[in-house]
């Protein structure tokens, strides 16, 4: 049997360890890196320690689940996120990262998943979509058919994304934002809560409105 451990003990953690329990699924403990949370039962899950503790498992005897939900990307940020940091650690050390998928969340025959991805409950994946690796779509954002997500972004609650749309990798799209059919969004773009997407949004840009339109970045 391999062994189930969180990266994580907040909020996201908490979502994550429900869905997990309603698949049936045990998880053995916890880490995070705040010290303050150490030593507590998270829903049931004892939190061990830090990120350090891992390594006092071999990566063939556990699986990891990266459960920090704060992907570090939002207006005015960019760059290596702290959930993206932790994945590529862990994995560069022969650690594997298990997804997440939702009993509740509806995902199509066709949709494919890479590994370490977070379907939350109530999404929606229609027919060819492609969720790239340690992405989360998360409560009841929608990809229609033929969408592309990279690797490493968040699709926050309640996204609508159309057909064959397209992101980048490391990309956050803010609660309630649209997007129409074949739009392309960039690495490292940030689109925020509530946009209307109706045109490309180009790597590393941030938009925001109705319709959504370039913001510059704070220092």
Not at 102 to 112: F, G, K, L, R
């Amino acid at each position: 049997m391999t062994d189930l451990i969180l990266i994580g003990a907040g909020g996201h953690a908490r979502v994550v360890i429900e869905i997990l329990k309603r698949a049936r699924q045990t998880i053995v403990a916890a880490v995070d890196a705040n010290p303050k949370l150490h030593g507590i039962n998270l829903d049931g899950v004892p939190v061990i320690g830090g990120d350090e503790k891992i390594l006092d498992r071999k990566p063939t005897d556990v699986m990891l689940i990266n459960a920090v939900g704060n992907v570090g990307l939002a207006i005015g940020q960019s760059g290596l996120s702290v959930r993206r940091g932790l994945f590529e650690r862990f994995t560069a050390q022969g650690y594997r990262f298990g997804s997440v998928i939702s009993p509740d969340a509806t995902v199509a025959s066709t949709a494919h998943l890479d590994h370490g991805c977070h379907i939350i409950t109530g999404a929606i994946l229609h027919p060819g979509a492609k969720v790239g690796a340690n992405t989360i779509i998360n409560t009841g954002a929608q990809l229609d058919h033929d969408c592309i997500v990279g690797a490493h972004c968040h699709i926050a609650p309640g996204v609508i994304f159309s057909g064959a749309v397209t992101v980048g990798d490391n990309v956050h799209v803010g609660v309630g934002a649209a997007v129409v059919q074949g739009i392309r969004i960039g690495s490292n773009a940030v689109i925020g809560a509530g946009a209307v997407v109706t045109a490309d949004v180009p790597a590393g840009i941030t938009v925001l409105g109705c319709p959504a339109r370039p913001v510059e970045r704070r220092p």
